[in-house]
């Protein structure tokens, strides 16, 4: 009976909480909108600071405000970050750079909140405002490496007296998995093409093959190489002086920093404060507020011809997909618009993807296809666009890529986990039967069968062709060129380019301006698709797992959360679906 009353009222005060959330819902919802309404335009007074954390997130287009339900639901959820669009960032560096009340920038945060295009991208935005003859001063307490790359730039880079700065050289770390495998009786039937394609390499080796290590060691030198002697010229020294620094880690403690010329000077935040102030911005103005105080003087270049970019940016996934992956439904409807916007004179599709589900990719190959029969059609690389974020990018007129973009692999692999032998040991085992051979499909428990694995390598094998196919075709080389530089091979911006796979090296800016000359465009400004669909709770949900992750990963660890996404992605696999994507597990380490 005691049992029995436990059960009930923990039923009665769950069934309580579901009837009184959905009104603290509204409550927040609406205050919300009050608070929104109620807000002032941010006032910039002369002699002001604009004072910028890159800690915070920079993503390529960032979640749409949803309704500001934010301003009362972060501080519930525990002071979620926004995330920034990364044109937007530029773009406003660059108006703070025309703007008589901005006296300089100061750089602040620990670690940086974007990729390595990101970081490229921003670096850009920083020097072209400093040439204004404005000052940038930098100041942090620990410096991460990409965080110190990206404000290495300024005129002055200041660190706690008891600080460091993480400047080491690139690492890119695989985890594999067949001990564990072989082991708990688990598996990975896989299926694939290309000597390079090392996608599936976790799950049949114990170490990196020589391929792959070869391709991966070419790939972070190359970026290291960018990177490094960027932040290097930005303080005045040579390569000798990058590795010197980075080979001891010189500076791992304040002094050794100061020492060996990462910083220029230690100091505590308060006298760093008063630096600013000597500088005669003693006024400070937050980045948020000066964005939202600009935002409308953003993208406008007069006229009425329009540019629109449309964002893809994630996993590319079959169906709905979510805010943070590439459907085909989503990318239709901006395809759709800007084909049918007679202002639209140009589009500019950015790419940032490792890639996903083969057929999802040629369809949105097909719509770029189709648009630029009409429009031309320019594409900008982020981070990544390797495999099917190659495919999808290989018909435009012109491709951009960052130096620091990971492209290529243009390979294709299937798998299918598998537990037969686990189930066996534990008692658990199967049996059927089939009007034809290969009638069954293949589950966690039942392998695939012999004839099976012919049909689905024959699809892997097909799909290769046609990957290399539509690359030769946008490229204008023959199929055995693609096929000599393919086989699943990955390489960065600057190798890309060497090799004909891409046409320039630039960002989002270079690639809007690129698109606006095809097309004859002088006065215009700029759109983006496709409009955010979620409903204004998905998106909070969206941001707040967002952030949940990121507070796993800071309480397990970058291996641990590594091995847990990768089989959980392996697990999500139930059907021997053809992926064209870079590989799973595999963390590029800057």
């Known amino acids: 009976m005691g049992q029995f009353f436990k059960m009930f009222f923990a039923a009665l005060l769950a069934g ?65 970050s926004m995330p920034v669009s990364l044109r937007e960032m530029t773009e406003t560096i660059a108006y703070a750079a025309q703007d008589e009340n901005i006296e300089g920038i100061s750089l602040t945060g620990e670690g940086f909140g974007g990729g390595m295009a990101q970081l490229v991208a921003i670096r850009k935005a920083l020097d072209e405002f400093k040439a204004s003859g404005k000052y940038v001063t930098a100041y942090a307490n620990l410096y991460s490496q990409g965080d110190y790359i990206a404000k290495s730039l300024a005129d002055k880079v ?38 390079f394609k090392s996608a599936v390499e976790p799950f049949l080796l114990e170490k990196m093959s020589p391929e792959n290590r070869r391709q991966s060691m070419e790939l972070i030198s190359t970026i290291w190489d960018t990177l490094s002697i960027a932040a290097a010229q930005s303080r005045g020294y040579d390569r000798e002086w990058v590795d010197r620094v980075a080979s001891q880690r010189l500076g791992f403690t304040a002094s050794g920093a100061l020492e060996c010329g990462l910083v220029d000077s230690l100091l ?127 018909g435009a007129d012109y491709i951009f890529a960052e130096p620091t973009t990971i492209t290529g692999s243009i390979g294709v692999f299937a798998y299918i986990p598998n537990v037969e032998e686990l189930a066996a040991r534990n008692g658990i085992t199967t049996d059927q039967v089939s009007i034809y051979p290969n009638s069954t499909d293949p589950t966690i428990l039942t392998p695939v069968s012999p004839g099976l694995s012919k049909i689905i390598q024959n699809s892997v094998e097909q799909t290769y062709s046609q990957f290399v196919s539509r690359v030769a075709q946008g490229r204008g080389m023959t199929w055995d060129q693609v096929d000599s530089i393919a086989q699943g091979r990955v390489w960065s911006g600057v190798s890309a380019l060497q090799i004909g796979l891409v046409d320039e090296i630039g960002g989002l800016d270079r690639a809007i301006a690129k698109a606006a000359d095809l097309a004859g465009a002088v006065d215009y400004s700029v759109v983006e698709y496709p409009k955010t669909s979620a409903s204004s709770l998905e998106q909070v949900l969206s941001i707040l797992n967002s952030d949940a992750q990121v507070k796993v990963k800071d309480l397990v660890g970058e291996d641990l959360y590594a091995m847990y996404r990768t089989v959980r992605q392996v697990s999500e696999s139930g059907e021997p679906v053809v992926l064209t994507r870079l590989p799973y597990g595999v963390e590029v380490r800057l």
């Not at 600071?49 to 287009?61: A, E, F, G, K, Y």
């Not at 085909?328 to 395809?335: H, Q, Y």
Request: glycine share 10%.
């Open 268 to 394: 505590y935040a308060e006298q760093y404060d008063a630096y600013l102030d000597s500088l005669g911005g003693e006024n400070r103005v937050k980045y948020a507020e000066y964005a939202r105080h600009v935002a409308g003087r953003l993208g406008m270049h007069g006229g009425e011809d329009r540019v629109a970019v449309i964002y893809a940016q994630g996993d590319i996934v079959y169906g709905k997909g979510t805010v943070s992956q590439i459907s085909e439904e989503a990318l239709r409807k901006g395809f759709e618009k800007a084909a049918e916007d007679d202002r639209v004179k140009a589009v500019v599709l950015r790419v940032n993807s490792p890639g996903g589900v083969s057929i999802t990719a040629d369809n949105i190959w097909k719509m770029v296809e189709d648009l630029k029969s009409e429009k031309p059609v320019v594409v900008s690389m982020g981070d990544y666009a390797a495999s099917g974020g190659y495919y999808i990018s290989c």
């Open 158 to 195: 200041f660190l706690n007296p008891n600080g460091t700065v993480d400047f080491k050289g690139m690492s890119m770390t695989s985890m594999f998995f067949k001990g564990f495998e072989q082991k708990y009786g688990v598996g990975v039937q896989v299926f694939r093409t290309g000597k």
């Open 16 to 80: 309580v909480v579901l009837m009184i959330l959905p009104f603290i819902l509204m409550i927040g919802f609406f205050s919300a909108l009050a608070s929104l309404g109620s807000q002032p335009e941010p006032m910039v007074k002369p002699a002001s600071t604009l004072v910028i954390d890159l800690s915070v997130p920079i993503m390529d287009r960032a979640v749409e405000d949803p309704m500001a339900i934010f301003t009362s639901f972060s501080t519930m959820a525990g002071n979620v």
